[in-house]
């Protein structure tokens, strides 16, 4: 009896132990990221490695800002495979594009390439490793400062503690780059994509003088610099970016790049530095896709700016003012209209009518008689 009460004590006591830890350990159902630390990654190719999860491994890479590349791939069970593996680049920048080849280093085990120098705010490297004759694909939209800067920001933006699953005042997905919180947001039947700069109590500001490019993984890998919108009804210049992405789904990846007054900030949707990030099927994807009523606003804009080009100065009023408002604003000339009777000879004759005169015959007798009647009165 006395060794099950102890045995109930020592459970009770793991079972108190293991629950601060199995809440420490708990992620966000949205974030793409593996819990397991990659510190085998960090200690062959460096701190900072940027690792994507496969279905068959992990492939982690370091992107230095100068263009040379270190990767290493690893199995199932954590362990670098260092035979059988080759692999290429892709590289894409503003020269054009480059094929380069992943050669693995028989000293250190790594497969290393030499690009170009990172000058890009995002520049788009597909990567195919050949692992045991089978190809792991994948894109990695990489900062100025290699992939480096991109483990450095995603530690500085999960200090910042922004509330989990909070949503923008538009409705659209926070994403804190450097020192901004952005909203982003895609209209999924029009492609429009939108970015909201949010003050400290996440309400729209200007965007100043913001230059934001978004690397997307999707259907296709996408590199979309934003625009500042113009002013239209409604809505003031500088209220937001604004450009387009085809997208038939919610995107893999959101890579996004922020440069203002010199100073350059980059995140990665969903990562987490140290961690994993899936690439494979399975892998969560990032909403950003909404239902809006942008492009009905967008419609009734360009109805009016037609009906505007037509004749900007006229209004058609009716009722007791109109008169009053035509006068002010319109401009009305009648036509000249000039009508010419036809010409109409008509001639009328007056009906020609004979009357017989009575013609009166009176007997001899009838006289004679008529007179005796006279004469006897």
Not at 89 to 115: F, H, I, M, N, R
Not at 148 to 156: I, S
Not at 258 to 286: K, T
Request: with cysteine.
């Amino acid at each position: 009896m006395k060794i099950t009460k102890l045995s109930g004590v020592f459970a009770l006591l793991l079972l108190a132990l293991a629950a601060p830890a199995c809440g420490k350990e708990e992620q966000p159902a949205e974030a793409n990221a593996t819990v397991e630390v990659t510190a085998t990654a960090e200690s062959a190719i460096g701190e900072g490695a940027y690792v994507e999860e496969h279905e068959s491994g992990k492939a982690a890479f370091n992107v230095a800002a100068d263009g040379n590349v270190k990767a290493v791939v690893s199995g199932p069970d954590g362990k670098p495979i260092r035979e059988d593996v080759s692999g290429t680049l892709l590289w894409k920048d503003a020269s054009g594009e480059k094929t380069l080849p992943l050669t693995l280093d028989a000293k250190t085990g790594l497969l290393v390439a030499a690009g170009p120098k990172l000058e890009a705010d995002l520049t788009e490297i597909g990567y195919t490793l050949n692992v045991a004759g089978k190809p792991w694909n994948g894109t990695l939209h990489v900062p100025a400062g290699g992939t480096a800067e991109l483990y450095a920001n995603a530690k500085g933006s999960a200090d910042l503690g922004l509330p989990e699953g909070k949503l923008g005042p538009h409705g659209g997905r926070i994403e804190i780059v450097g020192d901004d919180r952005l909203e982003l947001l895609v209209d999924e039947v029009t492609g429009e994509v939108r970015v909201y700069v949010l003050d400290a109590d996440l309400k729209p500001i200007d965007i100043g003088e913001r230059k934001v490019t978004l690397g997307v993984v999707a259907e296709a890998p996408q590199v979309v610099v934003l625009a500042p919108v113009a002013a239209t009804a409604g809505v003031a210049a500088g209220a937001y970016l604004t450009g387009k992405l085809a997208l038939a789904a919610d995107p893999l990846k959101v890579t996004v790049a922020v440069r203002n007054a010199g100073r350059s900030a980059v995140a990665l949707c969903g990562y987490r530095a140290g961690a994993a990030f899936a690439v494979h099927a399975r892998a969560p994807r990032v909403k950003v896709r909404m239902k809006t009523d942008w492009h009905a606003h967008a419609h009734a804009h360009a109805d009016l700016k037609a009906k505007a080009d037509l004749d900007p100065k006229v209004h058609v009023h009716t009722g007791a003012g109109a008169k009053a408002h035509a006068k002010a604003n319109v401009n009305v000339k009648a036509p000249s209209v000039r009508v010419t009777p036809p010409s109409v000879n008509v001639q009328i004759k007056a009906p020609s009518i004979s009357i017989p005169k009575p013609s009166f015959k009176a007997s001899a007798s009838a006289r004679a008689s008529a007179g005796a009647k006279v004469g006897t009165r």
